[in-house]
């Protein structure tokens, strides 16, 4: 089993930037695939970015591409998501997960074994 916490939400101006950082600890980080999902107010969960075991392997919503970046730290066992260009359709509770089959940077909600407890991102317009 893993434990996620995320970090580094908050409230920014539309156009601005933030690095959400999302810690593990339990079983070794690299045994697993990462995602980050996010949730507004009334919502379904939707996927953001998503990335391999090894960092190799990425996907992107296509709303973020070329804005958003998912990395990870095996040695630090902390995945992260910059992100550019921030625009207030995409206040929501951003979440990180993670997924036991490693290799597959997986798009669906449902594929994901772990989830953290969520940070909220408020982009004011």
């Known amino acids: 089993q893993v434990q996620l916490v995320e970090s580094g939400g908050g409230l920014v101006q539309a156009g601005g930037s933030l690095r959400l950082s999302c810690a593990a600890s339990?079983?070794?980080?690299?045994?697993?695939?990462m995602g980050w999902f996010r949730q507004a107010p009334g919502k379904e969960r939707e996927f953001v970015a998503a990335?391999?075991?090894?960092?190799?392997?990425?996907n992107y919503a296509d709303s973020v591409k070329g804005r958003f970046t998912i990395s990870r730290d095996n040695a630090k066992n902390t995945v992260y998501l910059q992100m550019n260009s921030l625009k207030p359709e995409e206040t929501a509770v951003y979440y990180c997960?993670?997924?036991?089959?490693?290799?597959?940077?997986?798009?669906?909600?449902?594929?994901?074994?772990?989830w953290g407890q969520g940070t909220q991102v408020t982009v004011s317009s």
């Open positions: 339990g079983r070794t980080f690299s045994s697993y695939a």
């Open positions: 997960a993670a997924k036991i089959a490693a290799g597959i940077a997986d798009i669906r909600v449902s594929r994901y074994d772990y």
């Open positions: 990335i391999t075991w090894s960092g190799g392997r990425t």
